[in-house]
């Protein structure tokens, strides 16, 4: 019996986690090395892999939004972070989020169960034997020798943002004769609560929240510069409320479709919280990333009607997050384009998102084992959403600029050709268009 090619991942996140469970079913074995529990990074707190240290949720569950077009892709592909969420999935409406300590221990138990992967408790700095196929997945908080590495050694200019985390609170301390439970515009099932606000509670509010202490920068979150760089995607609510008044109204705290089904209100700004396990004892803040000192947090965060007395389980969070400037350093496999033996995965390579760095670590752990083992690189057209990020990731920029990028339809290969009617009915092709592609895809690896 011929012994199997054995390749290298780094990091035990989403994407090297996917990375690794896709290597071992391409025939391979993995060397899964992760610096947990001997050393955390400042955002980590938890032995176990895949760990969610902002939201709980994974996003819209329907094929014509674009991060559900992509789950269903990499579920239908077989992923093993699609496998864990559903398994340890939670209420919340049209979106699919899960409780995040069994989805974690889901993932841990399937990787350290699995015999073709070797979990190694160690910090990596660089890699050592040039010959072995790797994957880096080390993640956007990334240790500091490793981002060295990654620039020194390896040749690539790493950027820095600041991504933030909502609060939490204990679900019995929320005051339900105030607050709701309802979807937005009665879709799914009534899973969020809801706080409401009249427009004097919402300019006592708006103007405490905008005139609150930030945090201070701690040392590991500093650049260069020292200065603030936000992705958009996870904006801090205070820098959200200071771009105007109703920017809020607009946003997070959005009231159209929330109407009070005790009395039919409909409110001026509603403030929504998500369920955080499966229990229902824990809910995060919806929309409530932050970088507000933790007293403030308290301070303004209890003016929002129904948490006058709510107990904070975990207070937001804010830290630094590290991602490469792919273009031009990796290819549509998310391998290096001068040394192709060297795979990269996760929010590192400009994706963003739990579900978009799982999909980069499914094509970067399939392409790293089919490499190892001679075979032909396996590229995901652009017409698919797993495809069509990959490829994002090799030309993409925004305004000029590489930035990180979530799944979307703006990124996805053009029709060709007009679809008459709403927006939804040119979704609906395209998620058509892309099925049929991943249908062929996953017969063609079936039949290898």
Partial sequence: MTEKTTINIFGAGFAGCEAAWQAVKQGV????????????????????????????????????????????????????????????????????????????????????GCPDIEVISEEVTGISDDATVTVIATGPLTSEPMSDYIRDTLGCRDL????AAAPIVDFSTVNMDIAYFA????????????CPMNKEQYDAFYDALIHAEEAALKEFDKNEQSKL?????????????????????????????????????????????RKENKEGTMYNLVGFQ????????????????????????????????????????????????????????GQMTGVEGYVESAASGFVAGVNAARRATGREMLVFPATTMIGAMAEYVQNGSVGGRFTPMNANFGIIEPLGYKVKGKKTVKYEVYAERSLKEIEALRLTLKQE
């Fill in 290 to 345: 932050t970088h507000l000192t933790y007293p403030e947090q308290r301070r303004v965060f209890r003016m929002i009607p129904g948490l006058e007395n709510a107990e904070f389980l975990r207070y937001g969070t804010m830290h630094r997050n590290t991602y490469l400037n792919s273009p031009g350093f990796l290819d549509n496999t998310y391998a290096m384009l001068t040394r192709p033996n060297i795979f990269f995965a």
């Fill in 183 to 194: 979807s937005r515009y009665n879709k799914g099932d009534a899973d969020y609560i809801n």
């Fill in 160 to 163: 820095h943002f600041f991504d």
């Fill in 29 to 112: 074995r993995v060397r899964l090395h992760e610096m947990k529990p001997m050393k955390y990074t400042p955002a980590h707190h938890s032995p176990d892999f895949c760990e969610l240290v902002c939201s709980n949720s994974l996003r819209s569950d329907s094929v014509i939004n674009a991060v559900g077009l992509l789950k269903r892709e990499l579920l239908d592909m077989g992923s093993l972070i699609m496998e864990a969420a559903l398994a340890t999935r939670v209420p919340a409406g049209s979106a699919l989020a899960v409780d995040r300590e069994l989805f974690s221990k889901y993932v841990t138990d399937k990787i350290r």
């Fill in 229 to 273: 760089t936000v992705f958009e995607g996870c904006m801090p609510v205070e820098i959200m409320a200071k771009r105007g008044y109703d920017t809020l109204r607009f946003g997070p705290l959005k009231p159209v479709g929330l109407d009070d089904p005790r009395t039919g209100e409909e409110y001026y700004a509603v403030v929504q919280l």
